[in-house]
């Protein structure tokens, strides 16, 4: 079945600094999301992207779609104690728009 | 609008117990899931809905219930519950494809510890 993967399962940034955090689907994704979960928290929807080769900007994260829709990246730039949490990317699959959710990356920065 | 609601937040429940997750949205959404979250794990999916009346199992559905008479609420039911279900429970809906916004909106979940 499909299989999505994210690395690093776990990130600590010096508070300043950048990272990345990647995603690997199995297989050809129709589009791809990403959401944040605080400590605690629930996950929240952040951002979908849907075409290939898409780059989309929140503020000092960008988000991008691989060539062949089969990966992602998360990068963020000046990493901030808010942007604490486990970055989700999720694939769906065919009928009723089900997310296979990968195993998040969970970062944790350093003041 | 409240979003997803889910209820209760928190629960302990001895093996063998049953109980109803429950869990309601207000934005019309047809599409509505439920997932579990394990310590420092992803989500898995137990079970969905396309709309009232229509259900289907997602990839962990074993020891789970659920049923849609509405399309506002969507509630889990665990029978005999054991050990292996101690876990965080999501609940999420959505709308279907084409009008607007396709993420999910969770509920804040229900930590369920089961003893």
């Known amino acids: 079945g499909q299989q999505v993967m994210q690395i690093p399962q776990y990130q600590h940034v010096q508070e300043g600094e950048d990272f990345t955090t990647y995603c690997n689907s199995s297989?050809?994704?129709?589009?791809i999301q990403w959401y944040k979960q605080r400590p605690g928290g629930h996950p929240v929807f952040l951002i979908q992207?849907?075409?290939?080769?898409e780059v989309k900007k929140q503020k000092r994260l960008t988000f991008q779609f691989g060539e062949a829709k089969k990966n992602s990246s998360l990068h963020i730039t000046a990493t901030q104690t808010t942007d604490v949490g486990t970055y989700f990317c999720a694939g769906p699959k065919a009928a009723g728009n089900k997310l296979t959710f990968g195993g998040g990356t969970r970062v944790l920065v350093k003041p | 609008n409240a979003g997803v609601t889910q209820t209760p937040k928190f629960r302990i429940l001895k093996i063998g117990q049953s109980m109803t997750l429950q869990c309601a949205q207000d934005m019309n959404h047809n599409y509505m899931y439920w997932y579990r979250q394990d310590p420092g794990m992803g989500l898995k999916l137990i079970y969905y809905?396309?709309?009232?009346?229509?259900?289907d199992k997602g990839e962990v559905p074993n020891g789970y219930n659920v049923s849609r008479s509405t399309t506002e609420d969507f509630p889990l039911r665990l029978e005999l519950a054991a050990p292996s279900q101690t876990s965080v429970y999501f609940c999420a809906s959505t709308s279907p494809q084409g009008t607007g916004s396709y993420g999910y909106t969770f509920g804040s979940g229900t930590r369920l510890t089961v003893v």
């Open positions: 992207l849907v075409k290939s080769g």
């Open positions: 297989t050809t994704l129709s589009n």
């Open positions: 809905s396309v709309g009232a009346g229509i259900t």
